[in-house]
């Protein structure tokens, strides 16, 4: 590789969409980032409370703990540790009903911790948080999920041994033959398990899942794991779902449509909180973007400024992560050593400013 | 010949047993434990003894029949209780460990001398002593009657009244099982046994589904325990750690999570085991000596178990589609 490309690709400016720049997209059609696209431009018709939603958001400020127009949850001053270790100091922080809001953040940022405490699956050290006018801090999972707010999880939760199907109507909320007195007698429950049954192909047909419902869960694929999950939270008539890395692990023609279902979802006036890698599935989607580092949130506001504040990019991102770390100009010794030396730079601003 | 026909017949008569269809109702109770809420219940022998207590004791009090059954039903679901309430929060294998060691301190407080006005202490308690009530409910006329090559009396401890009592029990149970398992309740367990925290991300009380399915498999052990000492005495050290263990084989044998796999390896596995060690004695007798045959016999109960959870972990029964994605 000569010197002059290197410098071309390197010094090149990152283009807004956040296309990852050099050769490679040009050599595989259909990367993540593509697909996204296309899933953004697919999904561009939005019902009207979503237009409505995007508008009032957009009179918001984008600092940190703004106060939103219609909130539906609000967290006040959540703190979990662990030993010495502040996993999540949350000051104040208001999810906007109605929105796609993507949490996100490096490694280790607490973004999962914090979304098992909201979700009652941890226990904060101290801290309050209203869902829905409601106080559901201290409660357990099953009735914060009883309360209308769901998730899923990092690591797909399909119960394999269990059929598509049977996934689906295991979610179905106050099913009578679910309580033990009753469940031996089938004529008491008969009729909701109809209704139940014929709620559950709706979703399934809509995630296009409907053909393996007699299937056993285990044998679906990582990425339809990922839908059937996302279709059986569904089933528990939630008013806000939260999705622990809906991407992770799913090819790039399935994340397509699993965007297209998330927007979906906020279309029908649900609330969707996400925490996500994927930068490119932020940008798009999301109608309102919090970075979380260290445990606290420390940038929130629309996706097209968050991200290119640039001290949220360079700490929180990786001041390069927009260089494609596959490209040989990398392994170049005058390259490796400025990015070095920036990075070294960096560190040393960061020490002087504390 | 003949004596490979003794064999044959002995081998036969442990399919229709009562101590046979006493295990298959045991592993019916642990099969809703372990098959279908994925429960590690290392102490079935406790529930059974408690129950056979229960009745023993009831019944010596003077108690009717019913009622002393309903004795031994509530002694086994209190006893549920008192191990599900602290440890079915904790991960699965603090249960195993609770539930084993539960069941040795019944077994020995059981045998200790502080309850023996009750319990008889070692000796047990003499079948003679709790039996009457049972006995004065058969219906059958008095006298023995044979079936092919099985001959018993009527009615009394080693009888045709207590196999049909507790196959019918076992029939019962099977209809029960049948019908919770295949309800949406039955559905809430098989999810808890595949990802208890996704059913819980479903707004379910996973632990109070727990704990249901702990006590009705405690229960349906402690009727278990009650089959047990209807043809013979009760004895604590009958009913310990090698109980649970031939409680699982059975069901292992059997298939987990299916309907009739507790009964048909309660069946395989006790006339296998009569037609081993009676051959064994025939065959080896003079060789390695009768006590010996039975230490041996055991070793191989043992070895069965290893061999068939590493080779054929869904046992005779279970569904293979099922077995092939079962990694986690």
């Not at chain 2, 309740?185 to 046994?193: A, N």
């Amino acid at each position: 590789m000569s010197a002059d490309e290197t410098t071309t690709v390197t010094g090149a400016p990152t283009p807004a969409d956040g296309t990852p720049s050099g050769t490679t997209v040009q050599e595989t059609p259909t990367t993540a980032a593509e697909a996204v696209e296309a899933a953004a431009a697919q999904a561009a018709p939005e019902s009207a409370e979503a237009k409505q939603v995007a508008r009032d958001l957009s009179f918001v400020e984008g600092r940190v703990g703004v106060p939103k127009p219609d909130a539906i949850l609000t967290v006040d001053g959540v703190q979990r540790r662990f030993g010495g270790m502040t996993a999540v100091d949350v000051d104040h922080l208001e999810v906007q009903r109605g929105a796609i809001t993507a949490l996100i953040g490096p490694n280790g940022a607490g973004k999962t911790t914090l979304f098992n405490l909201l979700t009652g699956f941890d226990q904060p050290n101290q801290g309050q948080w209203q869902f829905d006018g409601r106080s559901i801090a201290g409660k357990s999972g099953a009735a914060v999920a009883r309360a209308g707010m769901v998730r899923t999880f990092q690591l797909t939760k399909a119960l394999n041994r269990l059929t598509v199907l049977q996934n689906m109507l295991l979610a179905q909320p106050k099913h009578p033959g679910e309580r033990f007195w009753l469940s031996w007698l089938p004529f008491t429950w008969a009729a909701q398990e109809r209704a139940a049954t014929e709620k559950a192909l709706e979703i399934l047909a809509r995630f296009k899942l409907d053909t393996k419902k007699d299937d056993f869960a285990g044998s679906l694929s990582g990425g339809q794991r990922k839908l059937l999950e996302m279709a059986r939270a569904l089933m528990t008539d939630p008013t806000m779902i939260m999705l622990d890395e809906p991407m992770a692990g799913v090819n790039p023609a399935l994340v397509q449509s699993l965007l297209g279902h998330v927007q979906a979802l906020r279309d029908e006036g649900m609330t969707v909180l996400f925490v996500e890698h994927d930068m490119h599935a932020v940008r798009h989607i999301s109608d309102w973007v919090v970075v979380m580092a260290e445990g606290r949130v420390v940038a929130e506001g629309p996706p097209e400024t968050v991200m290119q504040d640039q001290a949220v990019v360079d700490a929180y991102l990786g001041a390069h992560h927009d260089t494609d770390l596959g490209d040989d100009s990398l392994l170049d010794p005058a390259v490796l050593a400025r990015l070095e030396a920036e990075d070294k730079g960096q560190t040393e601003r960061e020490e002087r400013k504390r | 010949m003949e004596e490979f026909l003794r064999i044959l017949t002995q081998a036969l008569a442990e399919l229709v047993a009562p101590s046979t269809a006493a295990y298959a109702l045991a592993a019916i109770g642990l099969n809703l434990h372990f098959g279908y809420t994925g429960l590690l219940n290392m102490g079935q022998a406790g529930f059974m003894l408690l129950g056979a207590y229960g009745f023993g004791i009831a019944t010596i009090a003077g108690a009717p029949f019913l009622v002393a059954l309903l004795v031994a039903i509530a002694a086994g679901t209190v006893f549920a209780l008192l191990l599900g309430i602290p440890t079915l929060k904790l991960r699965g294998d603090y249960l195993a460990i609770v539930t084993i060691s539960a069941a040795e301190i019944i077994r020995w407080l059981g045998r200790s001398t502080v309850f023996q006005e009750w319990t008889g202490g070692a000796s047990g308690l003499l079948g003679n002593s709790f039996k009457h009530t049972f006995h004065e409910l058969s219906f059958l006329p008095d006298g023995r009657t044979a079936v092919g090559p099985l001959e018993y009396i009527n009615t009394g401890s080693d009888s045709w009244w207590t196999r049909l009592f507790a196959w019918g029990l076992v029939l019962l149970a099977l209809l029960f099982v049948w019908l919770l398992t295949r309800s949406p309740w039955g559905r809430v367990l098989k999810g808890i046994r595949e990802d208890e925290d996704a059913v819980r991300a479903l707004g379910k009380n996973v632990f109070a589904y727990k704990l249901q399915a702990l006590v009705i498999g405690g229960a349906l052990g402690s009727l278990a325990g009650v089959l047990y000492v209807l043809p013979r005495a009760i004895t604590p050290d009958s009913m310990g750690r090698t109980m649970t263990f031939f409680v699982w084989t059975v069901l292992l044998l059997g298939g987990a999570a299916t309907l009739f796999g507790p009964v048909l390896g309660s069946m395989l596995f006790f006339s296998l085991y009569m037609l081993m060690r009676t051959g064994m004695r025939a065959g080896l007798g003079d060789v390695i000596g009768g006590t010996q045959v039975e230490q041996l016999g055991g070793m191989l109960v043992g070895v069965t178990l290893m061999l068939l959870v590493i080779f054929r972990p869904q046992g005779i029964l279970g569904n293979k589609r099922e077995l092939a994605f079962n990694v986690r």
